[in-house]
């Protein structure tokens, strides 16, 4: 286990040096009245060819009909430009990877001197002069320089935000405020209910203003391309059995490694079911954009190939590049280990399936989901094919029309320009 930890480390610093030999994108950097951070981890779509951030792109797109200005920054170490991915991000994974380096050196020899990843977003922002910032989870690094200089930094949500969320109910809690954003950018209520009481404590501002990505689906604006053009090509699945959808997770082997029971994608006894003779269902496998790309996407499609390449009930190429508010427009159930797609799926009265023991209380996961749970759209079913294929008889069965969650939210626009017109947030 320690050779394997060893090994691992090594193979992350040469991917990180790798990513650092291009020259970082100074040149092309310009001001800009916001500023967005993100990753490629957070691209689950293809556009014209390019990866496409629909959180963060929905809201650019939206400044840029308003002549609201905006430009993009990857998050370290990313490997995404504006050759590969919409929205013509900018990369400085050298000078990154070049203050990292610096840090390190400076802990050894316990000197404490400015962090230079800090120094570093003081540059760049200094460059851009952002009125604001909206980041996915923005570094500690980031969010004080930009309160350093009363900038306010939002958090978009993007999966997860529970009390028992490793970052949002442990960690986070735990920092100085100078360390966080200055405000959340959160899906639902339950959300912003698992955060609310710790980070106001602090002086942040939550707020509840829904998904940009999915919004767009749910009111469909006749000038949106990008929505109009994915909604022409949506996956369509034509006979009339039933349509499950199954969300892969990448990492899953952390927590399956010494499992039988699992291989660290599917449980055996999922696969038991997919594979039945019977063919009762459709299966429309959805994977995680980590596994679309580089090395995992091979191993994935491998993996995927093996046990399913023959069946022709099952999909998951056009299920996994598809918009995720197209595909459960058109399910009848889904189930997943613990993707956050347990709450989109229930804007949409589609209930969940969920394989993970430990979000069962006394889990530790417990707390993940409460709303689903409180209102019938997620339920923890155990890794056997008989409770699973009871869950589905169950869900089939049931005559009610289901009621899809909703939140009052506020305009994500609205919020940001509340918060340029409430001054500086300066400590």
């Not at 308003?66 to 994974?93: E, R």
């Not at 099952?314 to 613990?338: C, K, N, Q, Y």
Request: hydrophobic letters at 40%; aromatic letters at 10%.
């Amino acid at each position: 286990m320690k050779i394997f930890k060893q090994l691992k480390y090594i193979k992350l610093v040469l991917d990180k040096t790798k990513l650092s030999l291009r020259r970082s994108d100074w040149n092309a950097l310009e001001e800009a009245d916001c500023l967005t951070v993100w990753h490629e981890n957070d691209c689950g779509y293809v556009f014209k060819n390019k990866l496409y951030c629909g959180l963060i792109l929905s809201i650019t797109e939206r400044l840029a009909r308003k002549n609201i200005s905006a430009i993009s920054i990857v998050k370290p170490y990313g490997n995404l430009n504006s050759d590969n991915a919409n929205g013509a991000p900018l990369l400085f994974n050298r000078d990154f990877f070049i203050a990292e380096i610096i840090d390190k050196i400076n802990n050894l020899l316990f000197t404490s001197p400015k962090n230079k990843k800090y120094i570093l977003w003081g540059r760049i922002l200094d460059v851009v002069k952002p009125k604001y910032i909206i980041g996915i989870q923005p570094d500690s690094f980031l969010c004080k320089a930009a309160r350093d200089r009363g900038i306010r930094i939002y958090d978009l949500q993007h999966g997860v935000i529970s009390t028992s969320h490793a970052w949002y109910g442990k960690t986070a809690k735990e920092l100085d405020a100078i360390n966080l954003p200055t405000d959340f950018l959160c899906w639902d209520t339950s959300s912003a209910s698992a955060i609310r009481g710790w980070a106001e404590d602090k002086g942040i501002r939550v707020h509840v203003t829904g998904n940009p990505w999915f919004q767009r689906f749910q009111c469909v604006d006749s000038e949106d391309q990008v929505v109009n053009e994915l909604i022409r090509n949506n996956l369509s699945v034509t006979d009339d059995k039933p349509k499950i959808l199954v969300t892969l997770q990448w990492g899953l082997e952390r927590f399956y490694n010494d499992s039988d029971e699992h291989d660290g994608y599917l449980p055996i006894a999922l696969k038991k079911l997919i594979t039945s003779p019977l063919q009762q269902y459709n299966w429309l496998i959805r994977l995680h954009p980590v596994q679309l790309r580089g090395s995992e996407r091979a191993r994935c499609f491998q993996f995927l190939e093996k046990e399913f390449g023959g069946l022709g009930n099952v999909e998951w190429l056009r299920t996994s590049e598809a918009p995720l508010p197209l595909i459960l427009s058109i399910i009848d159930l889904h189930i997943t280990d613990m993707s956050s797609v347990v709450i989109e799926a229930s804007w949409f009265g589609v209930p969940s399936a969920l394989l993970s023991m430990h979000i069962k209380p006394g889990g530790r996961l417990e707390g993940y989901f409460d709303e689903q749970f409180s209102s019938g759209y997620a339920k923890v079913v155990k890794q056997d094919k008989s409770s699973i294929e009871a869950w589905i008889t169950e869900q089939l069965s049931y005559d009610k029309e289901r009621v899809p969650s909703s939140a009052k939210t506020v305009d994500i626009l609205t919020v940001v320009s509340d918060g340029i017109n409430n001054g500086s947030i300066r400590e």
